[in-house]
Nanobody, 126 residues
Framework: VQLQASGGGLVQAGGSLRLSCAAS????????IGWFRQAPGKEREFVGV????????YFSDSVKGRFTISRDNGKNTVYLQMNSLKPEDAALYYC????????????????????WGQGTLVTVSS
């Protein structure tokens, strides 16, 4: 398995949750890791991404200031820390990896990602 997402669950609005994305060593060392989400009846949308080197992150406007992404090099794992959760954050969350250039146009496009993990479900109660 190249990527495996975990950590989803039920949380109250205003609460926090941390998702994990465990990657193979090859993927972790060479690819940018992004997070996407998909709510029922909606298209998959970009959430955030961290550069392969860990030096840069980029987030969608809808989560900016509430979500952060970090990398643990010792565990080959990327974390999505989600704070101040809102009911509209509820979705199936996916992590994905891209080897393309770290540009906004590339890292925000699901079609530019080469590997995908299975989704992990986040439910936010109001």
């Amino acid at each position: 398995v190249q990527l495996q997402a975990s950590g989803g669950g039920l949380v109250q609005a205003g609460g926090s949750l941390r998702l994990s994305c465990a990657a193979s060593a090859r993927i972790f060392s060479s690819y940018h890791i992004g997070w996407f989400r998909q709510a029922p009846g909606k298209e998959r949308e970009f959430v955030g991404v961290i550069r392969q080197s860990g030096g840069s992150t980029y987030f969608s406007d809808s989560v900016k200031g509430r979500f952060t992404i970090s990398r643990d090099n010792g565990k080959n794992t990327v974390y999505l820390q989600m704070n101040s959760l809102k009911p509209e954050d509820a979705a199936l969350y996916y992590c994905a990896a891209t080897g393309r250039a770290f540009t906004v146009a590339t890292v925000t496009a699901a079609g530019k990602y080469d590997f995908w993990g299975q989704g992990t479900l986040v439910t936010v109660s109001s």
